[in-house]
C-alpha cells in the first residue's frame, strides 16, 4: 500500500489499514502465512521526512519448534518509522544500529510503502524459536512421542541438549 507523500494534508494523515501481506520467511527457511494484518496509526510531514506512529497486529500461523504442532500466534506491536528521502549513509558496523537508525527507512521522496513497513515489523515480532506454549514438553528425541499427549518409557534426558551434543560433552 502506497502513499503519496505529497498528499498528506499538514495535519496529518490517519491510516487504519487492513493489509493483504505475503507470508514471513523464517530464519529456519519455512513460511509463515499472515492473516488479518491491520496497521493503525498517523502519518506526519516533517520537513521532508514522513513520520509514521502507531501499531500494526495480525495473525502469523507457526509450526511449534518443540512438538511441530501448527498454531496461531497473534501480534501486536508498536510501529514507528522515520521516512527519509534518499540513501542512507551505512553506520560504521552495522552490528552498532542505534534504535534512531533502525527507525529510519529512506524512500525515493515521492511515496512510502506501508505495506513493506508492516511486514517487516511483523518479520521483527515472529520469534526465532516458536512455542505452541511455554510449557510445550516436545517431541522425545529417542523415540518420536509427542509428550503433550503421551509420555514414554525413555530414560529423561535431564539437560535440554540433543543426544549427539551431550555424548560429545561426556567424552
Ligand atoms: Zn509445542
Ligand atoms: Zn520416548
Redesign the pocket.
Known amino acids: 500500500m502506497f502513499i503519496e507523500v505529497n498528499k498528506i494534508p499538514p495535519e496529518g494523515q490517519e491510516v487504519d489499514q487492513v493489509l493483504a501481506l505475503p507470508p514471513i520467511l523464517q530464519s529456519n527457511g519455512e513460511f509463515a502465512p499472515l492473516e488479518g494484518v491491520k496497521l493503525v496509526g498517523v502519518l506526519r510531514r516533517r520537513d521532508s521526512d514522513v513520520e509514521f506512529q502507531g501499531q500494526v497486529e495480525g495473525v502469523v500461523s507457526l509450526v511449534c519448534s518443540r512438538c511441530l504442532t501448527p498454531f496461531k500466534l497473534t501480534l501486536e506491536e508498536a510501529c514507528h518509522r522515520i521516512f527519509r528521502p534518499g540513501a542512507l549513509g551505512r553506520s560504521e558496523s552495522e552490528h552498532e544500529l542505534v534504535e534512531e537508525e533502525l527507525a529510519l527507512t529512506p524512500f525515493d521522496g515521492v511515496r512510502i510503502d506501508l505495506s513493506e513497513m508492516a511486514r517487516e515489523q511483523m518479520y521483527l515480532a515472529v520469534p526465532l524459536k516458536p512455542l505452541c506454549r511455554e510449557s510445550c514438553r516436545g517431541i522425545?528425541?529417542?523415540?518420536?512421542?509427542d509428550?503433550n499427549i503421551t509420555s514414554?518409557?525413555?530414560p529423561e534426558d535431564k539437560s535440554d541438549l540433543s543426544p549427539l551434543t551431550s555424548k560429545l560433552t561426556l567424552q
Open positions: 522425545c528425541p529417542r523415540c518420536g512421542t509428550r514414554c518409557n525413555c
